[in-house]
């Protein structure tokens, strides 16, 4: 799997966008990118995936640049409840071992008042 | 709700005792996967299963062995733990095993082998 890099930590004021970037120079043509978060030791939560477009759910919007080396995921109203480690994943694009997410150390989103 | 359950989730033991950490999902997905968190090595694969009866290693299998007889259940068995793998434990489903499936996972199991 290709990999990422992400800033160690981010401070955003609640109420703010958070836009977390992630590089991933090395993806390759059927590689997705995914959007992780984990709040202290709980289960990882989903936030978001996508391939080439752009995407937006409830959580988040997820921007991918035209040539797919770079991504960044915002958070359009940062809460405090949004303070968490956001892990950007790159995931091949086939079944068996190739389905597992690695995790890198992410990105330490810090939400303020 | 949607959700993957795990218990137990703290468990302390002593070497050589065997457990099992249980873990079940009630979304009808066919594709379960365990993970350990350690400080600095992020999240790993242990097993992985693509559906019932078929598992597979992940990257850190040793020590593990896990069983797949119904959809919803993905038990991890530590034979005879040992404090190396004091850690925290995570299992996760999705619909099926492609890239394009996002993973639930469940809230973990933190165990401590003495």
């Known amino acids: 799997d290709a990999k990422t890099t992400q800033p160690p930590s981010m401070d955003c004021a609640e109420g703010r966008a958070a836009n977390l970037p992630c590089n991933h120079s090395?993806?390759?043509?059927?590689?997705?990118v995914y959007w992780y978060r984990q709040i202290h030791s709980q289960g990882p939560q989903y936030i978001i995936h996508?391939?080439?477009n752009n995407e937006t759910n409830e959580m988040a919007s997820l921007i991918i640049t035209e040539d797919r080396k770079s991504s960044t995921l915002i958070l359009p109203h940062a809460t405090l409840r949004d303070t968490a480690v956001y892990y950007c994943?790159?995931?091949?694009?086939?079944?068996?071992?190739?389905?597992?997410?690695?995790f890198g150390t992410g990105t330490r989103l810090q939400v303020t008042l | 709700e949607a959700q993957v359950t795990q218990n137990p989730r703290y468990l302390i033991t002593v070497t050589g005792k065997k457990l099992t950490v249980t873990c079940s999902q009630n979304?009808?997905?066919?594709?379960m996967s365990w993970y350990r968190q350690d400080p600095g090595l992020g999240l790993r694969q242990i097993y992985y299963s693509m559906n019932v009866e078929v598992t597979d290693k992940g990257d850190v299998p040793e020590g593990y062995k896990v069983s797949r007889k119904e959809k919803r259940n993905f038990p991890l068995i530590l034979e005879s733990p040992s404090p190396n793998q004091t850690s925290l434990y995570f299992c996760a489903s999705s619909y099926a095993g492609g890239p394009d499936n996002e993973q639930f996972f469940g809230p973990g199991t933190r165990l401590t082998v003495l």
């Open positions: 996508g391939l080439k």
């Open positions: 994943i790159v995931r091949a694009g086939n079944t068996g071992t190739a389905s597992k997410l690695t």
């Open positions: 090395t993806i390759s043509g059927n590689e997705y």
């Open positions: 979304m009808n997905h066919e594709y």
